[in-house]
């Protein structure tokens, strides 16, 4: 048990040390809510061996404390019932995403990612993309995953098997997963207008480059009434080329998928029968 | 306007929050694409990690006040759908040929350097297999347990 | 959203909601005694036609028999089998009724009240619960996948293989028809310039053409593929009793099957609902509805009534359907699905594209009137084109004579016989190896 152990004792040993540390400043608390979240993702991944209940429960405590405090070192919006929704939505997105990775059964996974697309929906909502936030639900849950719901419930009829009760290397992705997340909060959280040169928030004009010719004066307003049809607007104005090209390329992989379906049964059956043929010979 | 949309907060902390639930997003998914080995479980954490990309994009497109954003989530919208058509092929494939969901299944495709992966720890299965009902084959008469059907204890 | 008080935009979104919510749940009610009589009237029956008013001898026509049956169902024992996913099972209609109600956020079901007075409210207040959704049509439609997955789950979680096959079952035929569904519904929304399901209304009213004369083949094939996806005969294959049972609700019991079931004729009202309000204008008729924003109450009421006329005569339809046609087959359903229907709904979105292209450029040139007629004329050269061409292109009859593969509990005999059938048609034998 000496690794559930450590972030405390990394937490309470030094205290002689570091008796001048502001315990609750961000960057305290963004250390100890990765370390949490590192602990808590390697307990509640499944694992071979001692895959206990008490393992289990103890991650997702930890699991709850990370989510605090992250929310304790969020940034607030001003208005507390925007804070609420944005919140709610949030924490759907982020508790099924959670746990689409570690539930062992891979139907439950795709319902919890299917979880996870309506909080997405619904952070792109309160984003103000009306028409992303159903249109992800029309395609993702809709179609997308309904496909991988049949190939799922066709594959496994009887229950889990082996490959889905371990996982590779549970401690060291829980590790990179968290490190990479505390780096990118990091700089989230650096994020202002007057910041230092390097890590200075991009104006509009900066972020689209010298060299577009139509260097857009003002910013639109992306909340108007007509928000769909300006989107439309955009999509077959501006980006007129790209709409072809992804056009053409869901054509493409639609005559692939059913391609590689035909061939590989005929190449299978060719395989067996060379196989078979070499065997009598 | 019916929809929550956030009118009155203030444009840096939003972008900052939907950045950040974006980045967890995308931890999440690069923790499972990471360990797991169901096929489709790894398949459903890239889109995980796409989806974290998707949230980011609408919080910068929200903070620039430019339609850009949305519209690149489009494009990633309608690349997941062919990755999906082509790997949902893909998989079915894998599985008629091997029987499993399994990504070891396929080390044999390994690159040569690297030592092949054992399941050294073969969990316990300490949840009990749910018992299934069992119909006779058509045509075949029901084989009858007498004494059950007298003693059963509950109808 | 500020204030504690909620604000008197949210009251009538709560009242609107309420009235929706009871009138739906009344109307599904009554709507399977509906089907009960169309049923016997169908088959030379009298019906159910005894409950009235208990404890008297006033039968009222058999009025109360939903509020029996509904009793009845409530009161049932609400077992749970032991062998089945129990989040699952319990969750599956949960979501499919959930998902079934929350579509008709987006959908009108009337035209405007004229103006109240009432500080705090913009005049005029629409019949539609939640009004300037700018993405009406694709709430519908993302609504209603999410539905499937309460089927999906409900078949899966039941541990049953009946169950399982008519989840399967159904959520392949969603899944296909969805497409041709949104073909045809494209073709409105490319012709009215809005995703929005009372301005589409609005534009009918206003031109005076419904988009059902305007885009008859777009009109057939959305007819069609809400009957697939409302899983209304002769597309009910999700719950063949003859063949599954119950399909995808086999296991369940009393209040769940409950759900199951309202949310079926939700279905098929939202299907109802669509057809009027997209393709036979909405509130509209002739010469005695008028089209003008401004209603007196009589005018409001009017237009409420002549919706739900339309709504119930389409309902009806249905049921009249459901007892005139047999099932289809499931390769029947998916050729018919992917091999006429896309076909069909890509030429009707391909015409419409054209016709709204050139709209502008024909009327500088001929005329407003000339081009009415032209841009009504070319969609029904089209239809009957498109139908020909679909009754030839396609084969008129399918082979429905069962192939065999061998099973392990085949019989020598079996075999042989099956044998000797084969060779008597080489041409299903060659495409089956």
Known sequence: MTPIASPFTTVSLPTAALSGIDWLSPGVLLAAAVTCLAVSLWLVLPKAGRSGTFSRRLGLLLGAITLGLFIATGHRLGNLGEEAVLLTVSLVAVISAAATITCRSPVYAAIWFALCLSGVAGVLLVLGAQFLGVATIVVYAGAILVMFLFVLMLAQPSGLTTSDRITNEPLLSAVAGAVLLGLLSLSIGRLSADAPACCRLPTKAAALGATAESTPAASVDLLAADQVARLGGELFGRHLVAVEAIGILLLIALIGAIAIVSHGLEGDQAETSSLQEGRQA | ?155 | ?433
């Open chain 2, 1 to 155: 306007m019916m929809l929550p949309t956030l009118l009155a907060a203030a444009a840096l902390p939003l972008l900052q929050n939907g950045l950040f639930v974006g980045a967890i997003l995308f931890s999440l998914g690069l923790v499972g694409i990471l360990t797991r080995r169901n096929l489709i479980v790894m398949f459903l954490s890239a889109e995980l990690m796409l989806q974290g990309i998707s949230v980011s994009l609408v919080a910068w497109s929200r903070y620039h006040g430019d339609f850009g954003g949305q519209v690149l989530v489009i494009f990633v919208l309608s690349v997941a759908a062919c990755e999906a058509a082509v790997a949902l092929v893909f998989v079915l494939q894998a599985f008629t040929r091997t029987g499993r969901l399994d990504a070891a299944a396929w080390q044999s495709l390994r690159e040569a350097s690297l030592p092949r992966s054992v399941d050294h720890e073969i969990p316990a299965f300490n949840d009990a297999m749910p018992s299934f009902p069992r119909l006779t084959q058509a045509g075949h008469s029901p084989a009858t347990d007498e004494a059950a059907a007298s003693q059963r204890d509950h109808v």
């Open chain 3, 1 to 433: 959203m500020t204030g504690l008080l909620p604000s008197i935009e949210t009251i009538a979104a709560l009242v609107k909601i309420g009235l929706l919510v009871g009138g739906l749940m009344t109307a599904a009610a009554y709507l399977v005694l509906v089907e009960r009589w169309i049923a016997a009237w169908v088959q030379d029956r009298r019906g159910p036609n005894r409950v009235g008013i208990p404890l008297t001898k006033i039968r009222l026509f058999g009025l109360g028999q939903p509020l029996a049956d509904g009793l009845k169902i409530i009161l049932k024992e609400d077992f749970t089998p032991s062998h089945v996913d129990k989040v699952l099972y319990n969750a599956a209609p949960l979501v499919l009724l959930t998902a079934s109600l929350a579509i008709f956020a987006a959908i009108p079901f009337g035209s405007v009240l004229p103006p109240l007075d009432i500080p705090g409210l913009p005049d005029p207040v629409p019949f539609l619960v939640a009004p300037g959704l700018d993405v009406g049509v694709l709430w519908v439609f993302a609504l209603s996948s999410i539905a499937v997955y309460g089927v999906l789950l409900g078949g899966w979680a039941s541990n049953n293989k009946y169950g399982f096959l008519g989840g399967l079952r159904s959520s392949a035929q969603l899944v296909a028809y969805e497409i041709p569904l949104g073909l045809g519904l494209l073709g409105v929304v490319l012709s009215a310039g809005s995703l929005q399901l009372d301005v589409i209304m609005n534009q009918q009213a206003e031109s005076g053409i419904w988009y059902a004369f305007a885009q008859p083949l777009g009109f057939v094939v959305f007819l069609i593929a809400s009957f697939a996806e409302a899983a209304r005969l002769p597309f009910d294959l999700p719950e063949a009793e003859q063949e599954l049972v119950g399909g995808y609700h086999t296991e369940y019991a009393g209040i769940k099957l409950l759900l199951f079931l309202v949310s079926e004729f939700l279905h098929m009202v939202t299907a109802a609902f669509l057809i009027v309000i997209m393709f036979l204008g909405g509130w509209h008729l002739w010469g005695v509805t008028g089209s003008s924003q401004e209603v007196t109450w009589i005018g409001a009421l009017l237009r409420f009534g002549i919706l739900s006329a339309k709504i119930f005569a389409v309902i009806l339809f249905f049921m009249v359907v459901r007892w005139s046609w047999p099932r289809f087959r499931f390769d029947q359903l998916m050729n018919l699905a992917w091999k006429v229907m896309l076909p069909l709904g890509l030429l009707n979105l391909v015409v419409v594209a054209t016709i709204e292209e050139f709209r502008p450029r024909l009327e500088a040139s001929v005329g407003a009137g000339l081009t009415t007629g032209l841009s009504l004329g070319l969609p029904w050269l089209i239809f009957f084109g498109g139908w020909i061409a679909a009754g030839v292109l396609t084969p008129s009859g399918t082979d429905n004579r069962p192939i065999r593969t061998p099973g392990p509990f085949d019989s020598e005999r079996d075999i042989e016989r099956q044998a000797a059938a084969d060779e008597q048609r080489p041409e299903l034998v060659e495409a089956s190896t």
